[in-house]
């Protein structure tokens, strides 16, 4: 599952891994900025606001550690964690990072189909959650909410366990993968790789000490969290604005008020962002640069960012398994416009496959690095397809390389639809749908979408009379997957169009839409 000795050395030799862990990063963090902001939280029904400074954070993840230690959580367990944007989220995970625990990423719009899968899967200790109405998505699983977890905190004064640090090499969490297969894989990240990452990236994205990073897409979603997002804004001891949803509405007066200098967002909600900045009073004019990444930035909409919303476009093209592409932000305009940016590390190894398997400027994109995964955690099966012999990661992503080493994204070989940044497995909504008793075959595609870039189409050969689209909706509901990955489109067939090798052909299906 990792990388090869000799590999790992020399990752240590050019000072990408440093030996840090994220126990040791915060302690350090904590000396170097104590009283500064960390994350700053307006509030929100249920949430009070909360400002922590680098001091808090530390202290409050050791006295959730002690907590944790006490109700038996250890070293190597793994902790299904389902959380807001809301500064506990990352106060649990330095408390599990402290013990050596695994903070299993879930999404907020995960349901109980997603969570029980992961507390399952992994063999979780335990599930943290908003609320006691979550405690139902995993039954078998002990549950902590976000009362339970005050409940939990050692009296303050504490001080921190006395535990031995994690191996900087050792896996530190397991991240989600946006997955083209029936279930999700997960993605197991070491303090090492994922320290480089976004260490690297808070440089890329120029942050300092002055700089405010809004943090409005799901903080446990690898962009928001390391693209430089939350961790590589506390490594430069900036801090961040937790924005409880990504609105304007909700984020154009934080915006103003807290000054924020850099936001991420997917493509859809940069969309939203330049039309509401159009009639908006607030105040923007802190914000010097804006992220775009987790789909395709259509290059119309790539130009109207700088005029539009006064500050810089960051294209960002990255993926949880590890490797992140940026436009720089001196990079010209049409370089910033056009292209999804170039690779973090010089260590990076980009490879461009044709079809027919030969290297190429246009084709399907496979990397290897020092903070790309080597293998998914526990899938030795489905690891002998997505990775190469020699480790390239089989990213699913057709690219473009330009002649100035920035890559353009094309489309996508993956069996995945990515609906508006969000990834749904066809297989996976495939297989749901399967066990409705009136359909027969089931075939999920993404159709092209104005806002989103695509949306869901759920082709259907059904036993008898089709099911009314609302009950399919509703079956789906019932099923507990998260609502994104519920169809947007039903279509009836009598027959799926073929390959020559009599598999179903996507692509015609594609075309029909
Ligand atoms: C990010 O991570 P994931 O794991 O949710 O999804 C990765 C996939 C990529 O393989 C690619 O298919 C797509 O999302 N993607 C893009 C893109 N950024 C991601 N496709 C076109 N243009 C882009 N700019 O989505 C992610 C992780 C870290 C940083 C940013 C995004």
Redesign the pocket.
Known sequence: MHWPDDTAARYRAAGYWRGETFGGLLRDLAARYGDRPALISPGSPGAPAARWTFRDLDERADRLAAGLHAAGIRRGDRVVLQLPNVPEFHQVCFALFRIGAWPVFALPAHRSAEISYFCAFTEAAAYVCPDEEHKAYAPGTRAFTLADLAGLEAPSGTGPLDLPDADPGDVAFL????GSTGLPKLIPRTHDDYVYSFRASAEICGLTPDSVYLCALPAA???PM??PGVFGALSAGAASVLAPDPSPGTCFPLVERERVTIAALVPPLALVWMDAAATTAHDLSSLEVLQ??????SEEAAKRVGPELGCTLQ???????GL??YTRLDDPEDVIVST??RPISPDDEILILDDEGNESDHGHLLTRGPYTIRGYWRADEHNRTAFTEDGFYR???IVRRTPGGYLV?EG?A?D?I?RG?E?IAAEEVENHLLAHPAVRDASVVAVPDPYLGERTCAYLICRGEAPKKAELRAFLRDRGIAAFKIPDRFEFVDAFPQTAVGKVSKRHLRERT
């Open positions: 991240q989600l993968s946006g979603h690898n962009f390391s693209s775009v990444g987790g789909a395709k930035f294209q960002v093209f990255g993926m949880a398994e992140v592409n999804q940016g990213t699913g992503d994204v996508r993956k995945q990515n940044g990834k």
